[in-house]
């Protein structure tokens, strides 16, 4: 019988706040990161935990790791590291959607066994982004499959996860202060694939689960703008009529090879060539320019061209060329990750006044294309390069957003919204792997903190500068911080005050006279996947292991197994966005709380299936 503990008032506060904070993700009564702040105030406010430890979710391990993985994220991102790996991923899965998410949740959870399951996570987020806007693909689809397999994939070896970096420890120290009722039994420690069974079962089982149950419990979080169109609602309002969106045409071998401007494309079909792409003659690669009116059209060239469906239809009938249902060749190049539809607008002292486009060799000088002129109140779609330009003239743009970058720095053009993305650093690319690796080698093969060890990395990626350092404060997301900074506090209280010691014992009291063996294995395993939701991974497996293996014994259960199914399933976190990786996807992926609770509710029942069965069929759980 284990010894009751009596319910004290701090107990009662925790059991208090736990319900608050549930209420408040449930209903999304305050933003998310707002639950972490009030709990950062009211716990200490109440007395149950000190100010100091009220405030230590801010320097914990898992924060800073955050933190530093984010800007390595943003520093490979930034170089084009990420790019080549998106190409990849697209290479392999295509454009189908179920394809994608398996690739990359199991790419995820592989590498995730070997090092913490947030730094995996945060490595591949930039590149499943860029994946999903490329091939307009809902984040929303993939971002929860990548998390829960990154967490999942924790399991797979004896270092993936804490709880299992303790489980050898925490088993010795039992095992040593417990030999009298063990008698002579030695003590044996788990290798670093003894769990590797359960794991790999448990990643198979979820990349399944979403592949057949996505479409009932993941949400498909909608654009807010149609994604169909290249123009924001404002700009559509004004230049919508002839430009909707882009269009890639290939053309045949057997047309007849003539200059660009020779065709008349933009008077004749209100359409505009953004781009002239070439088969490589040695290394077959396609090579991508911004086109000039004497550039040649021939036989397996790709056009990218901006226009309406009425248009563009028009224009592929008549030129013969064939029109692709969807972007392919192109879906990089033309990806609104990488380029888009801005208006500029001519400053007072620019240097362009005065000139025409063309004098000025626009598009081959600033590598955008012109696609619209709005001037006098009008808007004009053709002859807009021979027209001289004055003070004030409104220019349609497309380009790479790099480009655009470039040419706001010339001080010419006053831009009327935000221009994404960042110029790129292709040249700095060795710099940023350098970096992770080097934060990879600290971590794993000398055993430093992974906080210390990707704070390394993030601080190399400044030091070499592939970011500046405030590029790396403006790529980290803070609400995602605020959130775990303040639900750390509230694992703390639950642990200090006794709580979770409270609320497993008397359930393990209440069930005494019922515990088999098998019964015991699964009331720990739900035991610990509760606690894990409302105290931290680590905090639920310290508290659980010794409790876990006196069961055992008492039982005639294997306390070695008792303790391993402890561990395990202090990874059974997908309810609730608690966990760190869970938090961290929320905001990518415009998740609420009870999108969580809909893909979360299935997983935590399969994968305390999978466990128990894997575990009673090859770990002889069954006494």
């Known amino acids: 019988m284990i010894p009751l503990i009596e319910m004290t008032s701090d107990m009662m506060i925790v059991f208090g706040f736990l319900v608050f904070v549930t209420i408040l993700f449930v209903f999304e009564v305050v933003r998310v990161d707002m639950v972490g702040l009030l709990m950062m105030v009211l716990l200490p406010l109440s007395g149950v935990i000190e100010a100091s430890q009220a405030i230590s979710g801010l320097s914990s391990n898992a924060v800073v790791s955050i933190i530093a993985v984010i800007i390595i994220g943003e520093g490979l991102d930034r170089t084009g590291v990420m790019n080549i790996f998106a190409r990849q991923i697209i290479k392999f899965a295509g454009k189908s959607e179920v394809r994608i998410m398996a690739l990359i949740a199991g ?18 987020l930039p590149a499943t982004n860029r994946i999903c806007r490329q091939l307009n693909v809902p984040v929303s689809k993939i971002l929860i499959p990548m998390g829960y397999c990154a967490v999942i994939g924790g399991c797979v070896t004896l270092v993936g996860s804490s ?147 009425e248009h563009i239809e028009k224009l592929a009938q008549e030129m013969g060329w064939e029109l692709c249902d969807e972007l392919n060749r192109l879906n990089e190049v033309l990806s609104p990750d990488n380029s888009g539809i801005t208006e500029a607008i001519v400053r007072p002292r620019s240097e362009l006044v005065g000139k025409t486009l063309h004098q000025i060799y626009f598009r081959k000088r600033y590598q955008v294309n012109p696609l619209a002129l709005f001037k006098g109140n009008k808007v004009f779609y ?91 404060y403006r790529g980290v997301d803070w609400m995602t911080v605020f959130l775990l900074a303040g639900l750390i506090p509230l694992g703390l209280a639950f642990e200090k005050t006794g709580a979770a010691l409270y609320l497993s014992t008397s359930i393990a009291n209440l069930m005494q006279g019922a515990l088999t063996p098998f019964v015991l294995f699964l009331l720990l ?18 508290l659980m292991i010794p409790l876990a293996m006196n069961m055992a ?28 990786v869970n938090a961290l996807i929320m905001r990518p992926g415009g998740y609420k709380v009870i999108d969580y609770v809909r893909a979360g509710s299935g997983m935590t029942l399969l994968y305390i299936g999978v466990v128990m069965t894997i575990m009673y069929f090859f770990y002889g759980i069954s006494g």
């Open 382 to 472: 053709e002859d807009i390069s021979e027209t001289k330009i004055q003070t004030g003239d409104a220019f349609l743009l497309f380009g790479q957003w790099e480009k655009f970058h470039l040419l706001q720095q010339k001080k010419d053009f006053a831009f009327t919204e935000h221009i994404p993305g960042e110029v790129m650093h292709p040249e700095k690319a060795g710099f940023a792997v350098a970096c992770l690796i080097l934060a990879l080698v600290l971590a794993l093969g000398l055993k430093l903190p992974l906080a210390i060890s990707l704070l390394a990395g993030a601080v190399s990626m400044i030091l070499t500068r592939v970011l500046s350092i405030d590029e790396a």
């Open 553 to 580: 014994v008492q039982c005639n259960a294997d306390p070695r197994m008792a303790a391993l199914l402890v561990a395990v399933a202090a990874s059974n976190t997908f309810i609730l966005p608690t966990h760190q």
């Open 163 to 309: 709880p299992l970096i303790l489980l050898n420890d925490l088993m010795a120290s039992w095992w040593s202060n417990n030999q009298d009722i063990l008698g002579d039994k030695t003590f044996e420690a788990f290798g670093l694939f003894s769990v590797t069974p359960i794991g790999v079962a448990l990643v198979i089982t979820a990349i399944l689960y979403f592949v057949f149950f996505s479409k009932f419990v993941l949400p498909d979080v909608k654009a807010k703008t149609d994604p169909s169109c290249l123009l924001n609602p404002d700009l559509e309002c004004t230049y919508g009529e002839e430009i909707h969106n882009a269009y890639e045409l290939n053309v045949p071998y057997n047309f007849e090879t003539k200059r660009l401007d020779e065709l008349r494309i933009r008077p004749l079909y209100h359409s505009t060539v953004i781009c002239i792409c070439k088969q490589g003659k040695k290394d077959g690669k396609l090579n991508v320019s911004v086109p000039a009116r004497a550039d040649i059209i021939e036989p397996g060239d790709i056009i990218g061209v901006i226009s309406n469906g």
């Open 525 to 542: 395993g739900c035991l610990t996947s509760f606690f894990t939701l409302v105290t931290s991974n680590v905090g639920a497996t310290v």
């Open 107 to 124: 790419t995820v959870a592989f590498i995730s066994s070997f090092m913490q399951n947030i730094g995996a996570a945060a490595l591949f």
